[in-house]
């Protein structure tokens, strides 16, 4: 095992300053690297002194190059676990692998884009830099294909800024706030209770549950009126979303959203009426790819395997409508219709086509944006690791310009159009 992870090959192929580190490590294991090379050195010179026997040699050969080899050996087992360009994703890739294969001499090719995933790596750190004034530390990127599934890019922790690196925020359960209300008001378009123009009221509501009254509140605490489905959606309206589950239900939402692969810890009746404004917690990379089903028609798959060239884990479901997916992204990619909330010159709006959604959970815990191109979705989250609230940090100063920068180096030469209304 020691010979397979320093030197890379099996023990019979080890030389003999390769042989020499070995027999030293084996006697002190956790040693300085000084340490192990003072130890091989002695045992290589016996060595050579061996082969010297029959000259009758009185001098003792050099061990400059024991302590270099020493050195370069011993240096990988200094690596910090989160170091590297994409050290979760690699972790997920080798705890997947099937070990009853050999790992080809070339290597195991994944799916990941040196380019994305560099991209998305450094616009994290450099915007968490920025929020550090606000009690930030943490945040996680993922760039899925939207018509294969692969993973493009997988960013799990913002490496040095953090003081839980080891963390993989791409798999932490956290709650997603109002990135789930595209998903209900697609289900009320399927169900046709809704339409993109109907008008739901934004004004103070009381609503009856068995453990008493649910009094849901904007994330402004204030009230707009009459407002129409669309301005509800792209504004981020809490009250009409409330009002628009009351009439899909809690237990068919909830069902909803486990056709679209989230991972629901609890029932329904435990999240009641707030399911709608994310009480739920959910993965990053979950929820990112339930997005990637309202950019694929309403057609939900899983996530591609790792491995370049492994069989699909599953075959395509239609969880929504064409139609109904359709609508929602029009919504979400509709500058007017959140200007009340975001203004016109936001950082949502890109140069080329994209949806978007922001979210914000309880006491500023978490922030989210998540969003699709004709080709890619990226699903971006802002946070602490250890629960603490943020300072004043909303979907469009926290997690929205990291979404908008990696979508930006991902279109620098692809364009993204409209889709087709079916």
Partial sequence: ?????????????????????AAALVRGPNASATVVAQRACVVWQDLQQQHTAAEKSTSKPDCTIVQWRTEQALRARLWPATEGDA???AQRVWAGYDHA????RQGITTTLSARAQRAAQESLQRHLRELQGRNVQDGAAVVLDNRSGEVLAWVGSSGTLSQASEVDGVLAWRQPGSTLKPFLYAQALDERRLTAASLLEDSAAQIATPSGLYIPRNYDRRFKGWVSVRMALAASLNVPAVRTLVMVTPDAFFQQLRQLGLPLRENAGYYGYSLALGSAEVPLLHLTNAYRALANGGQFSPVAPAVVGAAPSAQPVQALSPQAAFVVGDILSDAQARASTFGLDSVLGTRFWTAVKTGTS???????????SQRYTVGVWVGNASGEAMHSVSGSSGAAPIWADTMAVLHARVPSRAPQAP
């Fill in 1 to 21: 095992a020691l010979s397979r992870t320093l030197f890379g090959k099996a023990a019979h192929g080890l030389d003999e300053v390769e042989a020499a580190i």
């Fill in 87 to 89: 050290s979760h994703w």
């Fill in 101 to 104: 294969q050999a790992i080809p």
């Fill in 362 to 372: 309880k006491d500023m815990r978490d922030n989210w944006a998540v969003g699709w």
